[in-house]
């Protein structure tokens, strides 16, 4: 039976609903706050020096059931030494785990209640922070506070609901900076930023589903102007599983353009494993009548011209063979693109046993030239290896060496079974690697350190003046305006869409005039570094209103608001240029006269002297003609008539 | 309470109970915000009356406020048992015994995720489970004295342990383990180094900074360090055994008279004042740093004094310090006033008066230092001078919680000041020494640039 899989390229809707794919996404997004989640560090701050550095271990905490959790024994195993930079500007002792929490940034609070009402989640009303732990060492307390805002969100694709399971609040994990044999390094800037988890229901049945919906979350969460963008902001986790299969969890998707090519990979790796587990089967190989032995076979090699088991030799390093039975033609099956079973054994043996020297083994099938047939064949002598057998060489110092043998021999048994649990972390050729045993179901308990927090009606009631219209909901209402297709999206998920909707409901100009002006031409100054900061939500107003009186403002305005931004000049003073200075100001100073007259008509208050009086009646002008007419003026022309009145 | 509504007061208790549901009940609840599923939890004794906690399938707790509730139904229910199963500590007759006495504190712990309880983990078997590394060391045997939080320790808990460390000497045991809350480890140290004495065995004192369900925890390392000092030193004195920086890289044996804990919550945060420390630890070897310390015997001649006098006091000094305070203390029949002064041992002169009256009428005060490093020397300055005039009487370079003790402890076995002076002044375990060497004193000022440059070199 000849196994085969269609080119991704090839594969259409219904090959995946043939494999019974179900894909649910995972996003993190770092929300823009001022400080950390926990501590009163700043955030978004990123240091390439460090001042000190802090060694740790992880040790698993034993589980009820008496058990170390499969993820916890598997990183004890490890042995790994943990060594964390610190740089005083970015961390303080909290990151440390030297000091215990502070009360939750309320910033980022209030950000992710914008986001769960945005994305219809129903809020809970008292929030109560958990530890989830993770013992790979990203986090230097060895778990990550976290808790749950809300619960059963949706979100509108195509003709059906994408649900959303929950919405979390967490604080970020360091970055990695190595991870070489028994030695971790780790950078800890970001340790501790406030973090957003969406996570969807499995209800994406094709990567391009899958596609989309990341695209519409991010789109509705930059909407709201709260999240932090840029390189890294976001991280997307996909969990993947097909008809048969396991639902396995592909972590760090670094650009949502590479999710389709990964989510292909998988069901295809998936589909592969399968495959293996049936003809293993076929061949009478089961967990129980799996079978596999090793030897010692370091003085065989002695000789070797390969490079690799060379310098191994050399190093002094032990060189073992694994014999697999019954497992001729498994190791050599292509499970990704332009990758083999024995990959799966390879990356097993680098993350657990720290062989993380590449090559770290070869098998008997290997396609590449490695150690020549003569030898091959003492070896299969040694080990007693038989026709339908295959061979696994593995090398390194005896301890790690000993682990390795043991993760080969586990890893192959688990193919009888098919698709073992585990995380696998995204890689950028499209395919994905090993990172860690699935952990138990739950690795999560309360956070003592601090209290269960309230979340009040008020509170939702003022932040729900924030919550911007649901971005599908804006791309129809713009579509509609004619604002073109390209810049739809780009619109509807800015910020800056709340400003375009007040513009254009206060003045009489096309908005795709609008839109060039706010969003095309804006990204063109923000990328020639001008002061977009100087740009006021009030000097828009201004510019368009003298758009609207003088046509050749519109027609100009690149160049005007070029100028504002690079010169010194205010916004004010460089419309009145284009203005014909008769006709506006004219106008606007007859309105001036006419509202002092009837200002001073009313019934006004007793003052005891002018400066009073004047200081009240310019509290009253301003509004109205506050950028209509300078201030002075007003101010001049109000003294004239206050004066006036009592020369009368 | 009803343990079917644990935690929980009204209004949220009437609500659970309108409902027909409580603790345990899978439920369904329809809420003005939405629907809620998950399992009904215990309500902690601290948080409020107005929330029901739910755990929902994910793992994570949260709270629903009942004033939104419309309607609860119960699916089923998931009882919770804490039942940990038992593992026997290996033994074997070629490996040291060691006792393990606890007063409180939680050296070890397991996780009842389900629940999200922590449940300490303190016999043997439990021990075993949670640092298996301990069995390679020694065969350990633990006894609950106390389960106190260490602030609430006092003379019951610290006579009551000096004669349990009595009791194991004479039985044989080669090393006692005592574990114990951190805020207060070293007012016990200090206590036990005088009401034990003459120890021919380690008496090494433990406990961690951060809870033991951490994976990050100082806990486990700090016990392996703990345990194996008790069973393979030769260093028979009261010692505080915690982290030496807070990086995983070696623990400290500090004599139980010079520790104290210098930092809220930092692992690293005892430190020996005014000396170095009697031994590095870890996990391969003890290095001690110092000669002069008594060595284990083979006998077991320990001699336990556990007198003790309460009406002691120490007395923070500040600037305006009113008379009355000192008054006040003998009124209330206090007999020791440990005085923590300023500088080299002074306080300001409207203090004068009261002192004398104190001394003259028999109670007995000392002077210590509020600098912690250092010694007190009442010679140089007047007011030094004046005061010893009054009777108070210098305690060298005693820490100011030390001479608490060891005062109540004097005075718990005579009430004649001179007796007292002798005790006070005649150390028995280092509570006074003859000299403060340099290296007695680094505290190292951060942003100074060579000393960036050092702890870019080393790993804290």
Redesign the interface.
Known sequence: MTFSFKAFEAMTDKDYKNLGLKVGLEIHQQLLTKKKLFCRCPAGVYSEV?????????????????EYDGT?LMEFKTRKNI?YQIN?ETVC?YE?????PFEIDQEALDNTLIVAMLLNY???????I??K???DGSI????QR???VG??GWIPYQDKKIGL??L?LEEDACREVSDVEHLRIFRTDRLGMPLIEMVTQPDMHTPEEVADVANILRCAVRSTGKVRTGIGAARQDVNVSITGGTRIEIKGVSRIPLLPRLIYNEARRQHALLYIKDRLKQKGITSETFRARSADVSNLLVRTSWEPLQQAIQRGDEIHCVNLKGFSGVLNQTTQTDKVFSKEISDRARVIACLTRLPNIITSESLEETIDSYTWQKIRKALNSGNEDALVLVWGNPEDVRTGINEIMTRAKEATIGIPSETRQALEDGTNGFERILP???????D?DL??L?IQEKRLRRLGKHVPEPVWVRIEKYRKLGIPENLLVTVASSPRAFLFEELIKKFNIPPHRIVNYLFEQYTAWKRQNLPLDKMSEKDWYLFFRASEQQPVILENGASIIKNFLSGDRTLYSILKTYLPPETEIKNEEKNLYMSIKDLTEDELPHFSDNTKKHKYLMGILMKPFRGKIPGKTISETLWNSINGVNNE | MSDQYKGYRNPARAVLKENGVSVWSSVEMNTSRGVFKGLILPRSETADNKHIMLKLHNGYNIGIAVSTIQEIRELGRKEAHYKIPEKEFPVDPKKPDVKLLGTGGTIASRLDYRTGAVIPAFSPGELYGSVPELADLCNLDTEKLYGVFSENMGPEQWIGTAEAIGREIRKGIHGIVIGHGTDTMHHTAAVLSFMVQNSPIPIVMVGSQRSSDRPSSDAALNLIHAVKTAAESDISEIMVCMFGPTSDQYGLLHRGTRVRKMHSSYRSTFRTIGDIPIAMVNREKITPLRTDYKHRRLDQEVVINTSFNEKVTIVYYYPNMQPDIIESLADNGYRGIVIAGTGLGHVNKPLYPALKKACDNGIAVYMTVQTLWGYVQMYVYETGREIMGLGVVPCANMLPEVAYVKLGWALGQTDDPEKVKEIMLTPIAGEITEREPYNGYLIYQGGIPEVEQFLRMIKR
């Not at chain 1, 129903?122 to 109560?128: A, D, T």
């Not at chain 1, 138990?440 to 309360?446: A, I």
Request: glycine share 6%; charged share 25%.
């Open positions: 460090h001042d000190a550095e802090i060694l740790r271990h992880m040790r698993p905490t034993l589980s009820e059931l008496g916890a060594i005083h002792t440390m785990d030297d000091t215990p129903k809020v809970v009303s008292e929030i109560h958990a530890r732990q993770y013992l230097p307390a060895g778990f976290t808790t749950i619960v059963d399971i929950q979390g138990g179901p739950d690795r999560m308990y309360p003592t209290p269960p309230e």
